[in-house]
């Protein structure tokens, strides 16, 4: 059973669903799909489960998420969306993008779709936020790590996501993101998985721009 971390999220997980088949890609295995994800306070509250919900395939409709919140693609850029939402009227705006490549040892275990966000939400001040939905629960206590042009960001982690450990270097990460040429996440599963992840940063400057554009 998967943890309750998901209905943490700034957008309701079946948004999550909805979003993942609704744009084509530039690179069909790099394809965008979900919601932004805010960092959780520590200790997390415990709220309930969300399950998702299938979506249709691309260019049909997706079903609205709880409360009537529907995703806006703004533009794709490359192998980034930009997206923009109102979960309980509460604008956020996000660009987001699955990995070019992944890779696990042991080889070929099985993951859900795993995303990478950016994500800004004005109504808390919050903006550029880095976060990660790795398609596996982390294994307890333990952190990930994202690389990109020889520096490592530590990333803090609960149930399936992930989020930098020391929020003054967000600022610098997005700099470096938006001048890169991708970036690579790791981490470990509960079961012990190890798991390499690489992203192509490929769009993610305009991605960021149109984001900014929407929420200012």
């Not at 919601?35 to 399950?51: D, N, T, Y």
């Amino acid at each position: 059973m998967k943890s309750d971390l998901r209905a943490t999220l700034g957008l309701p997980l079946l948004l999550v669903a909805a979003v993942a088949f609704t744009v084509p890609t530039a690179a069909q295995q790099a394809a965008p799909a979900p919601a932004a994800s805010p960092k959780p306070k520590k200790p997390a509250r415990p709220k309930p489960e969300q399950k998702p919900v299938e979506a249709p395939a691309t260019g049909e409709a997706v079903p609205d998420a709880p409360g009537g919140a529907q995703p806006t693609l703004l533009g794709m850029f490359g192998d980034w969306g930009a997206y923009t939402a109102s979960p309980g009227g509460k604008k956020i705006c996000f660009a987001l993008a699955k990995p070019a490549r992944s890779e696990t040892t042991p080889a070929n275990r099985s993951r859900d779709p795993i995303y990478l966000f950016v994500s800004s939400r004005p109504a808390e001040k919050v903006k550029d936020e880095v976060s990660v939905i790795i398609g596996y629960g982390f294994k307890p206590n333990t952190d990930a790590t994202l690389d990109l042009g020889g520096a490592s960001f530590v990333m803090y982690t609960q149930a399936d996501g992930a989020w930098l450990k020391n929020a003054a270097e967000e600022g610098k990460l997005v700099e470096a993101m938006r001048k890169g040429g991708d970036l690579t996440v790791k981490g470990t599963s509960s079961r012990g998985t190890a798991s390499s992840d690489v992203f192509s940063l490929k769009g993610l400057a305009q991605a960021l721009d149109k984001v900014g554009e929407e929420c200012r």
